[in-house]
């Protein structure tokens, strides 16, 4: 018998009891399914008994699991009055999204809804390699996006965890010869000089992704230049340069653009959730379940193969 078990097990084992079914608990959790059973079986063998009998038609509480449940169900209830009476000298959680309207804010918002007593802020810079900085000096706890463009130096000092493999698009201004197209081939950009931020420290992790993904198929990075910050100065600098510029398939929304997927072959960037690896706070456990929970229910670490180019392949 183990002398200490996970509350995580415990609280996996109560919401599969409560549903008797794994693909609701997991919902509920905000957990992949493979995660949830892996940790039920956990538990099993920790405590040596079985505690739920597994059919291809229902899920059951064994004796033992029957036995189990009201000592969990306290010791969880135990668990949340601990964790309310020391909420309050819990710090924020300081979060950067790099934009608004991404798949990071989705994640920020399903883990609110996980810790409501918690307080995760966030805020809105650009580029993982600026915010690795602050992540190093304690200005930040956590952030996203491609951790395998970062410095050696810097990613190995940081933990991560793979949230989604995201499909690359292509942002391009009104009457571009590419704009008619309601999916742009990887091949037509042949000519073309896409802007992923050259030049800007910050952002050394997209451009390096950008150079990668255009190496041998005739597309040039442009030139660094001073990032357009706000709505009307992109729209300024989109109408001067007429450059396309290089985005995911969620970028919100930009004046007189549009925005369109890249394919044959669709192109993936893997998205982290980076933090400091010392970090221990109930936000950042809460951003990774809900990160797992989004991929599992979604989709987003099982594409397809057929059609795929994963330009960066560490995460």
């Given amino acids: 018998m183990p002398q200490d078990i996970d509350p995580r097990l415990l ?21 992949a399914q493979q995660a949830l059973s892996r940790d039920v079986r956990r538990l099993e063998r920790e405590l040596g008994v079985e505690l739920f009998v597994r059919t291809t038609r229902r899920v059951t509480l064994t004796a033992d699991g029957e036995r189990l449940l009201p000592y969990a169900r306290r010791v969880l209830a135990a668990q949340d009055e601990l964790l309310a009476a020391c ?31 918690h307080e995760l802020m966030a805020r809105f810079l650009s580029g993982l390699t600026g915010a690795a900085a602050d992540l190093l000096a304690g200005r930040l706890d956590a952030s996203f996006g491609y951790v395998g463009g970062l410095a050696p130096v ?67 990075v442009a030139a660094p230049a001073p990032m357009a910050v706000g709505a009307q100065e992109f729209r300024r600098v989109m109408a001067k340069h007429r450059q396309p510029v290089l985005a995911v398939v969620d970028f919100p929304v930009m004046p007189d653009t549009v925005l369109r997927p890249l394919v044959d072959p669709v192109p993936l960037a893997p998205l982290s959730l980076v933090w400091r690896k010392e970090l221990r706070h ?17 989709g987003w670490l099982d594409p397809d193969p057929a059609d795929l180019l994963l330009p960066l392949t560490l995460h």
């Fill in 282 to 298: 109930p936000g950042l456990e809460a951003l990774r379940a809900a990160a797992a929970g989004l991929a599992a229910e979604e």
């Fill in 87 to 117: 909420a309050d000298e819990v710090p924020p959680l300081l979060v950067d999204l790099n934009t608004e309207g991404m798949v990071s804010g989705r994640v920020l918002a399903r883990a609110r809804e996980l810790v409501p007593r």
């Fill in 154 to 220: 810097l990613r190995d000092a940081l933990s991560h965890q793979l949230v989604r493999y995201e499909p690359l698009a292509v942002l391009l201004p009104y009457g571009h010869p590419l704009a008619r197209l309601p999916e742009v081939p990887l091949d037509a950009l042949a000519g073309e000089s896409v802007y992923a931020g050259a030049g800007t420290p910050g952002t050394a992790e997209w451009t390096g992704l950008a150079r990668r993904l255009f190496a041998g198929r005739s597309v040039e």
């Fill in 11 to 31: 609280r996996a084992f109560t919401v599969t009891a409560e549903e008797l079914h794994f693909t609701r608990a997991a919902a509920r959790l905000y957990v």
